[in-house]
């Protein structure tokens, strides 16, 4: 859509005083320069927003500057006026009359957005969820019941404008709104709870640059408040989606993960079938309106919605065993999307103790009576994940045979796995651990081998070699192949 008409000359203007292109959206301009970038807000009313009036994009632009400022350091610089110069020629800034309003930004290199980049690395994916987490902790709770029917209506008519077959989007309606029917009292608990709050509202990765190396959101939802005020798994539902849609389903997995290991929320996965359809079958209306593929968007979309029996794993053994990393590799492929929810002793612990999962701990941490309450909130959150509907798996040594047999308790669908490995080789593999949520040394590994477990019962996998493997043979895993 080009810009209107009426502030086509504001346009040749920035065009003009920026020279390096413009990057246009539906209800934006962006004029590249060097080093700064300014917005402008087109004058357009689209039914969910309306730009035409001056003093409305003069308020977004300064609410849109406000609300994504702090989290995303030196990218916003204010808002200025285009006025007339003396000359009659439009300026940026002076006095007088304002023609229009632009936001400055600092300008970012094309690779610097995420959906320009190649799937994030583990390390940069822990770090998105890191800095999702922080945004959502910070925002505002807002009190009210959930308000996703509204959107649930509106995306059905947004399908029929898009042309999407009205067969297909009565069909997901139909699905969406039985969904939603059935979790409301649950979404409205989750309110009561703080979970609904100011956040983000389009957390896809082309709103998330790297900024001094380091994963940032910006471009945060400023023009309808309702649609912003959300509950934080619906507003992380957009960026999982997207992960998985772009990079399939283990780079989603690990930013779920890494985002409940830091703040605890395990029942968010029961809205997870609900929200990530909302979203993907959001990008695929908006791909039918611009003549893009979409089908493959909105099948995403049902899929979500089919529902998946729960299933509880459970991963033991010694330290360097290869756990973490068999939980990894294993809940992409366990329940609904985007995988099962990995509930690590060592993330737990870190989180109890309200430090990073990388932040070493004091001996105090680890004595009998910490472990205890580490497995009571892995099991607790293993609970929640499970009357969700989700699946789960619970990583510790699992030295004793009470915490094994609780474990085993929680879900008639439990599995449990053994790792063993010859001590050589899990001395070597803790020796070279780097930047990992364990604090165990060779020490520690040296005092759990010289303790007696207790008798075995869950089944036994060589650590050493085709860990994977034999870990789906026992699970009775399908190939896997992700989305």
Sequence with gaps: MEVPATQQEVAGFLARLTGQGVVETHISAVFLGDGEALKLKKAVALGFLDFTALAERERLLRR????????????????????????????????????????????????????????????????????????????????????????????????????????????????ASAEHARLSPWLDARGAQGFRR??????????????????????????????????VGYDLAFLLMDLEQRHGRPAANR???????????????????????????????????????????????????????????????????????????????????????????DDTRKRLAGVAPETRLAAEHYTAGASVAVFAEMRAMAAAALEGGHAAILDAVFARPEEREA??????????????????????????????????DVAVLETSAARDPGPIVWQRIDAASGTEAMARKALDLLPFASP
């Design 64 to 175: 849109e500057c406000a609300i994504n400022a702090p989290y995303a350091p030196g990218l916003y610089l204010g808002v200025e006026p285009i006025t007339r110069g003396p000359d009659g020629a439009p300026r940026l800034g002076g006095g007088g009359p304002a023609l229009d309003w632009v936001l400055r930004m600092k300008r970012l290199p094309a690779d610097a957005f995420l959906d320009a980049r190649p799937c994030p690395e583990g390390a940069m994916l822990d770090a998105l969820a890191d800095s999702v987490a922080a945004m959502h902790a910070v925002q505002p709770v807002l009190a009210g019941p959930d308000r996703l029917r509204p959107v649930i209506d509106g995306n059905l008519a947004a399908m029929r404008e898009a042309g999407v077959p009205a067969a297909a989007a009565q069909g997901w309606h139909r699905a």
């Design 198 to 231: 100011r956040c983000h509202g389009d957390l896809h990765l082309g709103n998330i640059c790297l900024l001094e190396g380091r994963p940032v959101p910006f471009d945060a939802l400023e023009f309808d408040e309702a649609l912003a005020g959300i509950d």
């Design 255 to 345: 930013v779920l993960n890494r985002y409940v290991a830091r703040g605890g929320d395990a029942a968010l996965v029961r809205g997870l079938p609900l929200w990530l359809s909302l979203r993907a079958v959001i990008r695929a209306h908006v791909q039918a309106r611009r003549g893009q593929e979409w089908r493959g968007l909105l099948d995403a979309a049902m899929a979500y919605l089919a529902p998946r029996a729960p299933r509880l794993l459970a991963i033991g053994g010694l330290q360097g065993t290869g756990k973490s990393t068999l939980a990894r590799q294993l809940a992409p492929q366990i329940g609904p999307a985007p995988g099962a929810l990995i509930l690590r002793s």
């Design 407 to 440: 474990a085993a308790a929680l879900h008639p669908s439990f599995t449990g796995l053994w790792l063993e490995a010859p001590l050589d080789t899990l001395r070597a593999r803790v020796s070279a651990r780097k930047g990992d949520a364990s604090d165990a």
